[in-house]
Every structure is written in C-alpha cells, then in structure tokens.
C-alpha cells in the first residue's frame, strides 16, 4: 500500500501526473499504430507478438519493436507509483491517491484534465461514486 498523501501534496503532483500520461498516451498511439501495421503486413489481426519461423524479416522486426514498446509502456507506469499515485485507468487517465477524510482512509481522486484535486471518494467505491471535497472536508484534508 502506498503511503497517504495530503491534498496539498497529491495536488501538487498534477503537472508531473500530467506529464506522464501524455507521454504515456503518445506510447499508446505508437502501439497501436504498430499493432495496425503488423495486422496489414500478416493479412489479419494478430493476437500474439511470438516471433514465429515462418514469420519474414519485416514481421519479424515488427514483432520484436512492439515487444519492446509494450514493455516500455507497461515499465513507465512505475514512475507514476513511485509519485504515490494508483493507476484506475490509462485509457481515461484516472490516479487515486491513498488520503484520510475524518478518520476514514479515502481515494484522492484524480482525472487527466482536472487541474486541482476536486474529488474522493471510498476505498471500496469507484470513479462513479466520487464526491466533489468540500469546504470542510478540504480543511481536514489539507494538513
């Protein structure tokens, strides 16, 4: 479990946060982009990246680049829980961040294109049942 974070400290991480998932993102676009091409190239969608002997050079090349890309984006996500943070979901770049909320251990919740850290919600809830933080709990949040 990561340590908890105060708002003020979670907040702080923003651009940082920010700055990973649009790296993260470009990475994912590469991927996929690659994962197209190699789909034109065999005739078909492939659902695995095994190098197989029947496989040309090129193929082959394609294979062994997108292994490698994916192992970099999957390795990149590390950095993000190394800031403390949670990864929900890459796709919509959601980050909680372990906080406290009168006593009660909460999901500092966090989504790409929000500029401050507005929302928690329960260790046992998801993105849908966030709260917005209000005056009060704000205060208590902020240590």
């Known amino acids: 479990m990561q340590p908890k974070k105060t708002l003020e400290a ?4 923003i651009p940082e946060l920010e700055r ?7 990475r994912r676009a ?6 197209e091409e190699l789909g034109i190239e065999l005739g078909k969608a492939t659902s695995h990246l095994r190098v197989e002997p029947a496989d ?3 193929v082959r090349r394609k294979k062994q680049a997108l292994t490698r890309q994916i192992s970099q ?7 993000l829980e190394a800031l403390g943070g949670v ?9 909680d961040f372990y906080g406290e909320v009168e006593g009660e251990l909460v999901w500092l919740c966090w989504r790409l294109g929000e500029g401050s850290i507005t929302h928690y919600h329960k260790l046992s809830e998801g993105f849908s ?3 917005a ?3 009060d709990a704000r205060k208590k949040l902020v240590n």
């Open 56 to 58: 040309g050079a090129e």
């Open 10 to 13: 979670a907040s702080a991480l």
């Open 20 to 26: 990973i998932f649009h790296a993260q993102l470009a």
């Open 30 to 35: 590469d991927i996929e982009r690659g994962l």
């Open 133 to 135: 933080i209000g005056a």
């Open 87 to 95: 990864l929900k979901d890459p796709r919509r770049g959601l980050v």
């Open 73 to 79: 984006y999957t390795e990149a996500w590390n950095e």
């Open 129 to 131: 049942s966030r709260k």
